[in-house]
């Protein structure tokens, strides 16, 4: 699902990732964790073209996305879901709203819209919520809201990035536990956190990054162990 | 179908866009409508007068005078293959003094004092000063009679009044792209967080940036059909006024070829009015839109 290889990303004279390579297959589910500044995020920046790698190759389903020209860029966004720190939810639109919102813009029916959108509200417990503006909701509801429209495409990977980081430890739990349950369902989901607790329980995957190199790489680590 | 989905929510978000820009919809509106009215204004009285120069056609024509030993016929022919001159007429120095005989009553024995004479009338009020600058240095002509008064004031006048209206028309065009640009910027800033999410869940560019593009077209639109109605009232004012006072001695067809011009000036303040918004809407979205 996701291969990167060699992959070094240089921002003028400082290097956020140094010959970074690791695999992830589909349907698993794996934390990137390390401290500030370990190149987390700017791996999942590469793994939706935001960034281009400085040298490396970027696959995601087999593409090299590196590669990808900005036309071609929306296609593969559109076949992976993003979950962000700050959740990016829109203040003037209602939950139902902002998770139907990119699939209005991308021309999809209005009775599929709604047909997608009841059913991410109902993977992430939120049907009774639909019509409540953000203002309204708790950080992990509006996390909630932020999982369901990276979910509503459909995706076969789902990133994550940072997605507890402004939750209590109790939400941020329950966030984990949520994104577990997605990738039960058979997404693969790749999660950037630095949220020790919730990491040591959830017995996955762990890759750990330190100063841009990958520090270790287990297939069930935990938090502490790795850094 | 999608496409078509997709056309009519770019509209919606246009009109959002439109709305959520308030006070600074007028602010570019008013000036967009005052550079086009200007520039209308310009192309009228222009226009108008091509129209008066083009309906003018005794004024289009001068006289020729030729020597003795000039073949008329000949020289006629060739004046008549250049490409600006519409029509030459030979008048015979024999055939003009019988018909002034028949006039006047002169003695049998006075000699034929005219000359051959070629009347010749150009395409176009442009062409007329160079036309008979080019015949006056063809052998054999003695002189060349015309009446340059009216023509030339108005050549002048249209040439002064373009002048003018050009450095308006560009100052005020460049106040509209800033103004137009800031509008815009407006915009992308209040629309930062809707972008970031379109573009992260791979909604597409022209998308996007279509709203903002739609918006430029929008006030153009409006714009020229806002700088038009006082143009058309001015002509129709004009007009009827012309017709009052010296409806009598105006050239005829004049009335037709003033009603085509309006459609031709909305045409073509629209052109100008969606080039100018268009310029402030892609310096805009180039220099603030990040995608």
Known sequence: MIHLINVTKTYSELKALDDVSFEIQPKEMVFIVGPSGAGKSTVMRLLYREERPTSGQVFVSNVDVSRLSHSQTPILRRRMGIVFQDFKLLPNKTAFENIAYPLFAIGMDQNEINKRVHGALKVVSLTNKANDFPKNLSGGEQQRVGIARAIVQGPSLLLADEPTGNLDPITSMEIFQLLDRINQRGTTVLVATHNQQVVDQMKKRVISLSNGKVASDEKIGTYTTQV | MRKIRMTYRMLYETFLDIWRSGWSNLVVISILTSVLSIFGLVLQVSFGLNLIGEKLNDQLEFSVYLADSVDVKNFAVNLGKQPYIKRVEVIDKDVAWSEFRKNFVVGEDFQNPLPNTVHVQVARSDYLQSTI???????????????????GFINKLKALLQIVGTIITVLLASVTIVITANTIQLVIHTRQSEIEVLRLMGVEDWYIKGPLVLQGIFYAFLAATLAIIPLYALQTFLWE??????????????SGNYSSNIYRIYYILLIFGIVVSGTGCFWSTKKYLKI
């Open chain 2, 241 to 254: 006024t012309a017709q009052n006072l010296i409806g009598n001695v105006l050239p005829t067809g004049l």
């Open chain 2, 133 to 151: 600058m080019f015949v006056r240095k063809m052998s054999g002509v003695i002189d060349i009679n015309y009446a340059p008064g009216v023509l």
